[in-house]
């Protein structure tokens, strides 16, 4: 990993940029395997998302406040144009960023894995992890649980529980018992209703073309939501990848790259 002031990244291949973010509770190496497959003919830009990850938390984490550290990353970094590749909360912030940004015409493309979205209503459990003070107790749990119980939590974010490798589960291991995620996790959830009103008005701003890619057995922001997103949207493609969960780009880089 490198890191440019208190941004921590991951730069791999040559080429045109393309800059990934990836979602809550995660860490940049789910997109670790559609780096290596791009990075034969584009520059990526993993980012470590801050706070959540290894990039020194931030003030303001509201979608507003996510998308201003991008701009800060993106003139930081040297990055000119660019795609802007985002996954689920990740996601989220790549159409925040789209709609409003000051250097939003620097992007020339969104390629989007089950972004969060305002068609996308949270299950009951999601809530809690959404709710303060119910996001710092669910982070601070996920922190002090036995080290056989990540790779159950993790599973179900998959289609198939067979592609779940070792190494996504110690990041995401990583990732819950990381010092101060329960204080970063309330701040992003903390303003997601409000967040999510404002992206809605927000999407038929958003002149980039988008591609939507979607696993068929998303458990978590089910692929049913996928059309009205696609739809809000004023130039976007929805892909379905059948068998795949929520992390796609994760569980088999290379059918998600194929739609790329």
Same mark, same amino acid.
């Given at each position: 990993? /490198?890191a440019?002031?208190?941004?921590?990244?991951?730069?791999?291949?040559?080429?045109?940029?393309?800059?990934?973010?990836?979602?809550?509770?995660?860490?940049?190496?789910?997109? /670790?395997?559609c780096?290596?497959?791009?990075g034969?003919?584009?520059?990526?830009?993993?980012?470590?998302?801050?706070?959540?990850s290894?990039?020194?938390?931030?003030? /303001?984490?509201?979608?507003?406040?996510?998308?201003?550290w991008l701009?800060?990353?993106?003139?930081?970094?040297?990055?000119?144009?660019?795609?802007?590749?985002?996954?689920?909360?990740?996601?989220?912030?790549?159409?925040?960023?789209?709609?409003? =940004?000051p250097?939003?015409?620097?992007?020339?493309?969104?390629?989007?894995?089950a972004?969060?979205?305002?068609?996308?209503?949270?299950?009951?459990?999601?809530?809690?992890?959404l709710?303060?003070?119910?996001?710092?107790?669910?982070?601070?749990?996920? +922190?002090?649980?036995?080290? +056989?119980?990540?790779?159950?939590?993790?599973?179900?974010?998959?289609?198939?529980?067979?592609?779940?490798?070792?190494? =996504?589960?110690?990041?995401?291991?990583a990732?819950?018992?990381?010092?101060?995620?329960?204080?970063?996790?309330?701040?992003?959830?903390?303003?997601?209703?409000?967040d999510?009103?404002?992206?809605?008005?927000?999407?038929?701003?958003?002149?980039?073309?988008?591609?939507?890619?979607?696993?068929?057995? /998303?458990?978590?922001?089910?692929? +049913?939501?996928a059309?009205?997103?696609?739809?809000?949207?004023?130039?976007?493609?929805?892909?379905?990848?059948?068998?795949?969960?929520?992390?796609?780009?994760?569980?088999?880089?290379?059918?998600?790259? =194929?739609?790329?």
């Open positions: 990993m /490198d440019t002031t208190e941004i921590v990244f991951q730069q791999v291949g040559a080429g045109p940029d393309v800059v990934f973010l990836h979602g809550l509770l995660g860490r940049g190496g789910q997109w /670790d395997g780096a290596r497959i791009l034969a003919r584009r520059r990526c830009w993993i980012l470590e998302l801050p706070g959540i290894a990039s020194a938390a931030v003030a /303001d984490a509201s979608l507003a406040g996510l998308s201003g701009e800060h990353a993106v003139e930081e970094l040297g990055i000119g144009e660019f795609e802007l590749a985002g996954a689920s909360w990740g996601g989220a912030i790549a159409l925040k960023f789209a709609a409003n =940004s250097k939003r015409r620097q992007v020339r493309r969104l390629v989007l894995a972004p969060a979205h305002p068609f996308w209503t949270p299950s009951a459990r999601q809530q809690w992890l709710t303060p003070p119910w996001s710092r107790i669910v982070a601070w749990m996920g +922190a002090h649980l036995p080290r +056989a119980a990540y790779s159950s939590i993790l599973a179900p974010s998959y289609g198939e529980r067979a592609r779940l490798r070792p190494a =996504s589960v110690a990041a995401y291991r990732t819950l018992r990381q010092p101060g995620l329960s204080a970063a996790v309330a701040a992003y959830a903390g303003r997601w209703r409000e999510q009103r404002q992206l809605h008005l927000e999407l038929g701003g958003i002149a980039a073309p988008v591609t939507l890619i979607w696993g068929e057995r /998303d458990r978590v922001v089910p692929a +049913a939501t059309p009205a997103l696609q739809k809000a949207l004023p130039r976007a493609e929805l892909f379905i990848l059948p068998g795949l969960g929520h992390l796609p780009c994760e569980e088999l880089p290379e059918a998600f790259c =194929s739609v790329w």
